[in-house]
């Protein structure tokens, strides 16, 4: 068994006072709404620049250019569904209007 001094054991516990005062200071930092908020949003922003990254890479070749034949083929859809419920809208007007111009007609 070793045996300290007092003035050992004095410095230890100054030691760990200061690393129990910082590690105190450190927890009330962080636990601050606008350190929180912060790091919430900085979250947030690298999710969004990963899940972005990662949706463009699927349209991007081996050198970082664009794979046009995937895009063009993502517009293709897109157009034709923009199209079709145009159509299903003009089909859903057109009834409309023929059932209130025969309400109209049968007043």
């Not at 063009?72 to 859809?77: D, K, R, S, V, Y």
């Amino acid at each position: 068994m070793s045996t300290r001094t007092v003035d050992e054991i004095r410095v230890d516990l100054a030691a760990n006072r200061a690393k129990l005062a910082n590690a105190t200071s450190e927890a009330v930092e962080a636990m601050k709404p606008q350190n929180i908020a912060r790091e919430s949003a900085e979250q947030v922003k690298q999710f969004a620049k990963t899940e972005f990254e990662a949706a463009t890479s699927q349209f991007k070749d081996e050198h970082g250019g664009w794979r046009t034949d995937r895009l063009l083929m993502i517009g293709g859809a897109v157009l034709g569904a923009v199209v079709f419920f145009m159509a299903v809208s003009s089909v859903a007007n057109r009834r409309t209007l023929a059932t209130q111009t025969r309400r109209a007609l049968e007043r």
